[in-house]
């Protein structure tokens, strides 16, 4: 099976991913990892702020609101 590579804000909504790396270090990539979002965690974007920015993921069961800036640095594969 073929997986595609994309990052998580070009997700389209609704649909599940699984967590294939992150390309952000420091602060920003201790917070995802204390998150959760470490590699073969499943995403699903649930909802889309009026501006677009930010958006709802659901992430192990809770919903957390990302910004376009930190989703773009976690890339997802896509079956």
């Not at 099976?1 to 998580?8: A, G, K, N, Q, R």
């Not at 993921?57 to 594969?77: F, H, N, P």
Request: hydrophobic content about 45%.
């Amino acid at each position: 099976m073929d997986c595609s590579e994309i990052p998580l804000n070009q997700l389209p909504m609704g649909e599940k991913a699984n967590v294939a790396m992150l390309i952000s270090d420091g602060a920003a990539r201790r917070r995802m990892l204390d998150l959760g979002i470490i590699c073969g965690t499943e995403i699903k974007p649930l909802y889309k702020s009026p501006s677009g920015n930010p958006v709802a993921y659901l992430i192990r069961g809770a919903v957390i609101a990302l910004r376009s800036d930190v989703s773009e640095k976690i890339i997802v594969s896509v079956p």
